[in-house]
T-cell receptor
Framework: GAGVSQTPSNKVTEKGKYVELRCDPI?????LYWYRQSLGQGPEFLIY????????DSGLPNDRFFAVRPEGSVSTLKIQRTERGDSAVYLC???FGPGETQYFGPGTRLLVL | GEDVEQSLFLSVREGDSSVINCTYT??????LYWYKQEPGAGLQLLTY?????DMKQDQRLTVLLNKKDKHLSLRIADTQTGDSAIYFC?????????????FGSGTQLTVLP
């Protein structure tokens, strides 16, 4: 595709529920990144994939957060037992290679009630 | 991010130049980036500079980097109302497997007609 796409664009869920957020990177990009942006803040790094493997997951806040990229393209960020503090915009980015410029998608706005 | 700081607001008149400033703390940064975010949208890459450069110009945009003072600035010439947005600076450290970007909290640029 022309750019990074993310679905859904908005997600409303209840505290304690499980959610999945999807990211479709730019075609041919081997590196994929997840960030979280809280209101009034800059994005904060969560996890980075090179191919199918998580090269750096140091930004995941706790074990309720998990991400996969089984075929080295689409990635899914999974959040278990959601909490109100998880409400944020979740941004995905991709780059051609690990040292290349990161291009961002439009984000998924998650609201946990 | 606590390692990258920006002033929160900047207001300029249409046609004037805008200068957005950023300070970072890690002298090991490899690349420094400027992204633009319009309301409800993702991050749009504006420009970037490699850490061994002092200046980079790209049409209306000029980036200045002072490594000694760990200071980065973005100058927008002939600012237009369409430039109104939040501008984020970000650094990339490339430590081990990490390729994460560390963002500032963003500068809200308002362009007055």
């Amino acid at each position: 595709g022309a750019g990074v796409s993310q679905t859904p664009s908005n997600k409303v869920t209840e505290k304690g529920k499980y959610v999945e957020l999807r990211c479709d990177p730019i075609s041919g990009h081997t590196a994929l990144y997840w960030y979280r942006q809280s209101l009034g803040q800059g994005p904060e790094f969560l996890i980075y994939f090179q191919g199918t493997g998580a090269a750096d997951d140091s930004g995941l806040p706790n074990d309720r957060f998990f991400a996969v990229r089984p075929e080295g393209s689409v990635s899914t960020l999974k959040i278990q037992r959601t909490e109100r503090g998880d409400s944020a915009v979740y941004l995905c980015a991709s780059s051609f290679g690990p040292g290349e410029t990161q291009y961002f998608g439009p984000g998924t706005r998650l609201l946990v009630l | 991010g606590e390692d990258v700081e920006q002033s929160l607001f900047l207001s300029v008149r249409e046609g004037d130049s805008s200068v957005i400033n950023c300070t970072y703390t890690d002298s090991s940064s490899t690349y420094l980036y400027w992204y633009k975010q319009e309301p409800g949208a993702g991050l749009q890459l504006l420009t970037y500079i490699f850490s061994n450069m002092d200046m980079k110009q790209d049409q209306r945009l000029t980036v200045l980097l002072n490594k000694k003072d760990k200071h980065l600035s973005l100058r927008i010439a002939d600012t237009q109302t369409g430039d109104s947005a939040i501008y984020f600076c970000a650094e990339r450290l490339d430590v081990g497997a990490s390729r994460q970007l560390t963002f500032g909290s963003g500068t809200q640029l308002t362009v007055l007609p």
